[in-house]
């Protein structure tokens, strides 16, 4: 079973019969119709923020100073970093530890059940595990700093929207030194791509199954008129989309899984390389090009996107015996000061006040117009299907 997915039917084989019955309540309710009207079961608490006139921060880092340290948790190893300029800019003793989300998760789940929790704060990539199950249940809240909220759109705040960074379709430009070979996703589907697509194991990846559920949802249009101009007709789908017909097609044309966006880089665009492939793959990856000589860019012109974004969200334990220091740092990372450890390959800031990241790999031009843009506000339908998601990848892949 992956290690990486935490939604309540995976969460209830891995923690020990102590938690099952309480985490079994608690998605028994999250799926529980919503008297909101949305349909999206249990409501997410909502976003704390203060009046921004009233709100010191010189006291907040005075108050930090007293508690004397954090300690973050993210799935990027840039947190060692991002650790090592707060602990510089503030004298407060900071850790940064890379962790997978659903490593984080659990470990924050068992810390709050047993009243001895060590992680402050996360910067968190599974949005759907964050709205779906830490969040309704108090394991963790959401803070906005306070000075900072008139740059934070409300679309941003709940949960709080740190830094958005992007996996796109790369290609070996020593092989195609004229450009992507492809032009339309579609391509990718087809017999002469049987394959030769490579990407990480979705089974294994929370962010490629938000990813898919929400291609499945608001994707659906673009895909189908993606297939119309590539095909010159209109699609004959046996799902009930195009988005759903897209992920059958391409798991049935057997893309090669890996267990790594690491594996997937090498395997595309490795110096030594001869195989023509194509990879899904996170921009950070394109830092090999400089390090590591690999031959690869952005599948720029690909359609109807040459890519997906996805969010990572800052949260704060609902125990922390450091609350102060968590605050402060999430005040830290919403600024250009805190976030820049995390750009370095790309990437937006939530704070819309913070410049775009200036390092986006070669073909990526436009992240706005050239990448489908996961939205926060699916983000409970995507726990909800996630499971179905994953079944239906797994039997069409085989």
Known sequence: MSRHSLRSNHLSRRLPAVLLFAITVTAAAACAPSSSGTGSGAPIPSASVQDAASFDLNALVEAAKKEGSVLAYDSSGDIVEVAKAFEAKYGIKAEGVKSKSGDTAEKMTRENQAGNVTIDVTLFEDGPVLVGELLPRNIVSTWIPPDLAKDIPEANRNPLLVLSKANVWAYNTALYPDGCPVKSLWELTEAKWAGKVVLQDPLGKPTLVQWLSQTVGHGADALAKDYQTHTGSALQASEANAGWEWMKRLAK???????????????????????????????????????????????????????????????????????????????FVMTQEGIVHEM????????????????????????????????????MKDYQQGQAIQDFWRVNHG
């Not at 950070?284 to 974004?309: I, N």
């Not at 006040?353 to 200036?358: D, E, F, H, I, R």
């Open 253 to 331: 044309n057997k893309p090669v899984l890996t267990k790594a966006d690491e594996d997937t880089a090498a395997a595309v665009a490795a110096p030594q390389q001869k195989e023509p492939r194509l990879g899904l793959m996170s921009i950070s990856k394109f830092r090999d090009v400089e390090e590591k000589g690999y031959k690869m860019a952005v599948c720029q012109g690909l359609t109807p996107w040459v890519g997906f974004s996805y969010d990572k969200y800052g949260a704060i334990a609902t125990k922390s015996q450091h609350p102060n220091a968590a605050k402060l740092f999430i005040h």
């Open 344 to 379: 370095g390959s790309g990437g937006l800031s939530g704070n819309k006040a913070v410049p775009a990241s200036t390092n986006n790999p070669p073909g990526l031009t436009g992240w706005d117009t050239q990448l489908f843009t996961v939205k926060s506000d699916q983000l």
